[in-house]
């Protein structure tokens, strides 16, 4: 993160719900940043609220501080990234950053930064919006928020549908997006002029939303930035999937609720539970899971925000006709699979659990896709790092986790999407460590032009530089390339073209940071042959993983 020195109180703005007094951030950016932190967007989801859609918030001539972020939505977190935030149920808050240089009376563009987390951790904070639009050469209104995660944000099952209470996560996103719209243009924002962007699970809940269509409902957004996902990525189901059962079943008895309590009764009950009780039962839920990768607490199909499966939208043309970048990290996976995988039967058991309704001949057809490194003299997943204390399947795991879950719904959404709207498509190949690679979130930092990445080495700052120019030129102009400035000797950033389709590839051939000297390439535009053989098998396979 970046240094930064605050001066307060800062400029005051008035909305609706009250008189917002921010802070000042300088010293760490180009650009002086005003910040208005911890802002709320809805009522707390506390108490007859929880387990319940958002509410917006009330007007109000009260003055609220909003000087520091707000809340973080009750989780274990898995990476820390970013300040230490208090835990609280009270999480439906907003960040908004602008350029303090910014005095002329036209409205900027706009950038919402959806958090990313698996639906189970993650907070606003991890991505340094201010150091993004501090560091941009073009003004532009940056956005942050908290949402519902979790049991109290996803809690799938039968039963939650009857009570309404499914992705209320992504109806917390929903009730954000209005109230940047109702609300922007007082910070100095266009409404009409709305980038989505986010990473992970943040970049799956865009997808979401650029699904979500509505004949009589435009989209609050007009342009979108998926990074590391998709709306086809990993599994999409109907609530009341024997998965989804079995999770809520067992996060039912991690709280001890009675088996006598007749099914009208069990919301209210856990409406009355204490929050730390919550908290710890959807933990231990999460855990029990997480090994096999069969992840608790995530968005299904409702019918209101996920209308119908994922591929179905996209194969109907009914979705946001709006300009797209997604891009994938080339080594996905190494977060997540077991580093220690040893053999090959581990490995097909791995996706016999994974996705139980692959057929005998499916699990096959991976185990030639995939070779195993141990009996194929051939096979490109040999592994020559066991002096790590990684496995000889790991490698192996890594690329089949990475291509079924990120890569393969990335191409997916630009394949579809390419024909009607210009689709920007992005590899990550920059590799920071020798096991784990070009890892799944390591573009954020990047990204934000963290000053820890950058001072590194001139190439990560070379990288991070080339970027950010993209990011803003997308944000601010509707075009990676529209922007000059410091990066404008950039490679052209061509849209995506079925029939000669090439990505931007960052860190292309750097061996820094894995015991080798190459510089690499900070981008470069390659055709795209990446895991396309790979990624035609799991699109053919997609269905299994929306039922």
């Not at 520091?68 to 208090?86: H, I, M, N």
């Not at 995660?149 to 209005?178: H, T, V, W, Y």
């Not at 002029?193 to 865009?206: K, Q, R």
């Not at 490194?373 to 790991?394: F, I, L, N």
Request: proline share 7%; charged share 20%; net charge negative.
């Amino acid at each position: 993160m970046a240094l930064t020195i605050e001066t307060t109180p800062g400029p005051p703005v008035r909305l609706p719900q009250g008189l917002v007094v921010g802070t000042t951030l300088e010293g760490a950016f180009p650009h002086t940043i005003e910040a208005f932190r911890g802002v709320p967007y809805a009522l707390p989801p506390t108490g007859d609220r929880r387990f319940r859609p958002p509410v917006k918030v009330p007007n109000s001539v009260d003055t609220i501080d909003a000087t520091k972020f707000g809340p973080r939505a009750p989780a274990k977190q898995f990476v820390v990234v970013g300040p230490t935030l208090e835990e609280s149920e009270d999480c439906l808050t907003v960040n908004v950053f602008r350029q303090a240089r910014h005095k002329d009376a036209s409205k900027l563009p706009v950038a919402v930064y959806f958090h990313g987390g698996a639906f189970n951790r993650g907070n606003a904070a991890m991505h340094d919006t201010a150091s993004m639009l501090g560091w941009s050469e073009l003004p532009f209104i940056g956005v942050s928020f908290g949402y519902r995660i979790g049991a109290l944000g996803f809690l799938p099952s039968r039963l939650s549908a009857a009570e309404g209470a499914l992705n209320l996560g992504l109806k917390d996103q929903m009730c954000l997006l209005e109230w940047v719209e109702d609300n922007i243009q007082h910070f100095g924002g266009d409404k009409d002029n709305v980038t989505l962007i986010g990473l992970s699970a943040g970049a799956h809940s865009i997808g979401h939303h650029l699904l979500n269509y509505d004949d009589d409902k435009p989209p609050k957004f007009h342009r979108v930035v998926i990074e590391s996902g998709a709306p086809t990525s990993r599994a999409v189901r109907s609530p009341d999937a024997p998965i989804h059962e079995a999770q809520f079943t067992d996060f039912l008895a991690e709280l001890c609720v009675p088996s006598s309590l007749p099914d009208s009764e069990i919301f209210t009950h856990l409406r009355s539970l204490p929050l730390a009780a919550i908290a710890a039962a959807q933990t231990k839920v999460f855990a029990k899971y997480n090994p096999s990768l069969r992840w608790a607490f995530q968005p299904v199909i409702d019918g209101e925000t996920i209308r119908g499966r994922p591929i179905d939208a996209w194969r109907s043309g009914r979705w946001h006709k709006v300009p797209i970048m997604t891009g994938f990290q080339g080594n996905e996976g190494s977060l997540y699979v077991d580093k220690t995988m040893r053999t090959s039967s581990e490995f097909l058991d791995f996706w016999r659990t994974l996705l139980p309704q692959l057929s005998e001949a499916d699990v096959q057809a991976i185990d030639a896709l995939y070779p195993d490194p141990t009996t194929h003299p051939d096979s490109p997943y040999k592994e020559t790092r066991q002096h790590r204390g990684v496995g000889a399947m790991y490698k192996r795991i890594e690329a089949a986790y990475a291509q079924y879950a990120y890569v393969a719904p990335v191409r997916q959404t630009a394949w579809y999407a390419s024909p009607e709207v210009p689709v920007y498509v992005y590899h990550w190949a920059l590799r920071r460590d020798v096991v784990d690679g070009a890892k799944h979130g390591d573009n954020m930092l990047f990204e934000v032009r963290d000053r820890g990445i950058c001072k590194q080495a001139k190439s990560l700052d070379d990288a991070s530089g080339v970027l950010h120019a993209y990011v803003t030129s997308f944000i601010a102009t509707g075009s990676p390339n529209g922007l000059t400035g410091a990066y404008s000797g950039r490679p052209e950033w061509k849209a995506y073209d079925r029939g000669d389709a090439r990505v931007m590839v960052f860190g292309k051939d750097n061996t820094e940071f894995i015991g080798g000297t190459e510089v690499g390439e900070s981008a470069l535009m390659v055709e795209d042959e990446f895991a396309r053989r790979e990624s035609e098998f799991w699109w053919s396979k997609v269905e299994l993983s929306q039922q």
